[in-house]
C-alpha cells in the first residue's frame, strides 16, 4: 500500500469504528484490522490511536476555523442584506461538508464523548459570530446572545445527525439562518 493511501486508510478505519465503538475500546489492532495494515504501518504514521484521533479532529477543525475566517471576510463591509445572504451561503457549505463526512460526525458527536471537539467548535464559532455581529447593526449583550445561537445551532447539529441527515443541506442552511435572523419558524 502507498505510504499516503495507508494514512488514509487508518484514518478511514478509525472512523468506522468510531460510529460502532466508543474511542475507550477501540485498539490498534481493530484499526489495522480495518484499516487493512500491519502495526508497523500504523506506527510509522501515528505514535497511538490518541494521535489519530487528534489528527482527524485537527484537520476538520482547520476546516472549519477557515470557513469561520471566511464568512468574516465576506461579510465585513458590507451592507445587511448582502450579510444576510452570504450567512446563508455559508450555512449551506458547513451542512454539506457535515453531510460528506456525516460517519465522522454523527459517530463523533452521537456516540463519543469528545468535550474537547465540542469545546473548540463552540470556540471558534464565538469568535466567528462575534466578528460577523461587527458588521451588523449594534445589539445589546452580544456575548449572551453568541452563547444562546451556538447552543441553538450545536442543538439543530445533533438533531439533524441523530436523524440520519434526512434534510438536505440547503434547507438544514434555511433553518439555522430562520433560527438566527427570528423569522419563518
Known amino acids: 500500500m502507498i505510504r499516503g493511501n495507508a494514512r488514509h486508510a487508518i484514518i478511514k478505519s478509525m472512523v468506522a469504528l468510531l460510529e460502532v465503538e466508543k474511542f475507550d475500546y477501540i485498539t490498534i489492532k481493530q484499526i489495522c484490522a480495518e ?3 500491519h502495526r508497523s504501518t500504523f506506527y510509522a504514521h501515528f505514535e497511538d490511536k490518541y494521535q489519530l484521533m487528534d489528527t482527524i479532529q485537527s484537520y476538520h477543525m482547520r476546516k472549519y476555523h477557515r470557513l469561520m475566517q471566511y464568512t468574516k471576510n465576506l461579510i465585513e463591509g458590507n ?9 446563508l451561503q455559508v450555512f449551506r457549505l458547513l451542512f ?12 463523533l458527536v452521537l456516540t463519543q464523548s469528545q468535550y474537547k471537539l465540542v469545546r473548540d467548535y463552540i470556540q471558534f464559532t464565538k469568535e466567528g459570530y462575534s ?3 461587527e458588521a451588523l447593526p449594534q445589539l ?7 452563547d444562546y445561537t451556538v447552543g ?3 442543538a439543530i447539529i445533533y438533531s439533524w445527525l441523530s436523524g440520519d441527515c434526512k434534510e438536505d443541506s440547503a434547507q438544514m442552511a434555511q433553518i439555522l439562518y430562520n433560527n438566527i435572523f427570528k423569522i419563518n419558524r
Not at 442584506?81 to 450567512?87: D, G, I, S
Not at 445589546?140 to 453568541?146: D, K, L, N, R
Open 96 to 107: 454539506k461538508y457535515m453531510y460528506r463526512f456525516k460517519t465522522y460526525f454523527m459517530g
Open 152 to 154: 441553538g445551532q450545536l
Open 140 to 146: 445589546q449583550h452580544t456575548t449572551y446572545f453568541i
Open 131 to 133: 466578528s460577523i455581529l
Open 79 to 87: 451592507p445587511l442584506a448582502t450579510v444576510k445572504q452570504r450567512l
Open 35 to 37: 484499516s487493512g495494515v
